[in-house]
């Protein structure tokens, strides 16, 4: 499956700018790679993210829609993916591990917590009555 033009469009001005100033996200986006459940490809995803200790923790809300993001259904299948962030250099890329918080009292503070750097998050879950999963990128070490 093809990234959606949105999505490529963002992708691309990550690259451009080296991770920081993307579009409305401003220094907080990332690009996770995961494979696809269906195709087996490498699927890569721009996600709003904050930061915990070393772990990078993303959201999937899908703008609030009654159903999870594609993403999330290929996390769940193979938790192993590829991160790429800006940093102090320009951007690194590392192998991490999606772990969905299962913890409805730590998946709250987190969603609170990133509904600070995206606002939007907020009226996201007012929209749906789903429980918008939360989900922390933890780095491998390798």
Do not use: C
Request: aromatic share 8%.
């Amino acid at each position: 499956m093809k990234a959606t033009a949105f999505n490529q469009k963002t992708i691309a001005e990550f690259h451009a700018k080296r991770g920081r100033g993307v579009g409305m996200w401003g220094d907080h986006v990332l690009l996770m790679t995961a494979k696809g459940l269906k195709s087996g490809d490498a699927i890569t995803t721009p996600l709003v993210y904050g930061r915990e200790g070393d772990d990078y923790i993303v959201v999937a809300s899908k703008g609030g829609a009654p159903n999870h993001p594609m993403w999330f259904g290929n996390i769940n299948a193979t938790p192993e993916v590829e991160v790429e962030v800006a940093n102090d250099h320009g951007t690194e890329t590392f192998k991490a591990r999606a772990r969905v918080v299962d913890s409805r009292q730590e998946r709250d503070r987190l969603y609170k917590e990133m509904s600070k750097i995206w606002p939007g998050f907020a009226e996201y879950q007012k929209r749906t009555e789903r429980v918008i999963p939360v989900i922390v990128l933890e780095r491998k070490v390798e």
